[in-house]
Antibody, heavy 121, light 113 residues
């Protein structure tokens, strides 16, 4: 069974930094693109970024380009999201997500429980 | 970016009745070489992560009750919940995965009348 567990969320001041982690288990981590999807309080879903299984390619939503960096450690079956220059509008639950297939263009079949990031002074 | 627009934003349906949610994409999500529509539907209950219901516009995810069905092609899609049950109260999202960035509709809240 696919299991995704996020950690590292918390309260941070505007302009600050935070690093989210996602521990994956139950599947061959090195076979899959991985994504982060966020959800602001009471709002809808927004895809943030994804990373290829060998970390050779990443994609980001425009609103986080230059501020967020996605990485992975395949030896540890872990995904990371380094978030810098955080803004109040980055406040959200961040979900670690795996697609069903080994493709960049795919639907999201497995979701973690999410990590809450709050950006506020 | 492809814009996904759902309608209505919310609806109230009596138990046992049908709920219909529409989703429109700003451009076609039909990939001609494989004739697949890159469109998925998710269900989200309060305090939970989204759950995949439908992919390729009409393929039901394993374990999803058959009262849930998806239809449509190119730019217009529908999620139908036949014989609404109390446990179907949730917010439903459509999502295109034809392009990067993948984008979601704004969500449709389904309640019991």
């Amino acid at each position: 069974e696919v299991h995704l567990v996020e950690s590292g969320g918390g309260l941070v001041q505007p302009g600050g930094s935070l690093r989210l982690s996602c521990a994956a288990s139950g599947f061959t981590f090195t076979d899959y693109w991985m994504s982060w999807v966020r959800q602001a309080p009471g709002k809808g879903l927004e895809w943030v970024a994804n990373i290829k299984y060998d970390a050779s390619k990443m994609n980001y939503v425009d609103s986080v380009k230059g501020r967020f960096t996605l990485s992975r450690d395949n030896a540890k079956d872990s995904l990371y999201l380094q978030m810098n220059s955080l803004r109040p509008e980055d406040t959200a639950v961040y979900y670690c997500v795996r697609a069903r297939n080994e493709s960049e263009y795919d639907y999201f079949s497995s979701w973690g429980q999410g990590a809450l990031v709050t950006v506020s002074s | 970016d492809i814009v996904m627009t759902q309608s209505p934003d919310s609806l109230a349906v009596s138990l046992g009745e049908r709920a219909t949610i529409n989703c429109k994409s700003s451009q076609s999500v039909l990939y001609s070489p494989n004739k697949k529509n890159y469109l998925a539907w998710y269900q989200q209950k309060p305090g939970q992560p989204p759950k995949l219901l439908i992919y390729w516009a009409s393929t039901r995810e394993s374990g999803v009750p058959d009262r849930f069905s998806g239809s449509g092609s190119e730019t217009d899609f529908t999620l139908t919940i036949n014989s609404l049950q109390a446990e179907d109260v949730a917010v439903y999202y459509c999502q295109q995965y034809y392009n990067i960035p993948p984008t979601f509709g704004q969500g449709t809240k389904v309640e019991i009348k």
